[in-house]
């Protein structure tokens, strides 16, 4: 499938699939100077797009499927992506007290306010 195929089924810019193409996370082979995107690619496409949704960076992104590449299945892919998750859950454990702290004080500021009503 070529390009327009490939945006209308993932529902993806040119912009974002270009981008994916220059980070070497997308792949597609070319057939007369046009991108020829298959199933595959999709694949590919969906997965990144879970693993950003998941909060993990282009970089990260770019060592999972490197790792999968390399090592698709083995107990040192495994333990990688693990990793990767263990550091993934801190960041957001980090955030979530961060947004508590921020919730907190809000709750304060509220209940100050209405006090002086």
Known sequence: MFLKTFLTKTEATKDTVRFYIEQGLLTPSKKAGKYN???????DYQEIIALKKMGLSITIIKIIKKMHDEHCGTSE???????????AL?????????????KQSLIAVKAQLETTI
């Not at 995107?37 to 694949?43: A, E, L, M, P």
């Not at 892919?77 to 550091?87: P, S, V």
């Not at 801190?90 to 947004?99: F, K, Q």
């Open 90 to 102: 801190d960041a957001v454990a980090t955030e979530l007290a961060v947004l508590d702290d921020r």
């Open 77 to 87: 892919q495994r333990q990688q992506n693990i990793a990767i998750i263990d550091e």
């Open 37 to 43: 995107f298959t199933d595959q690619t999709v694949d």
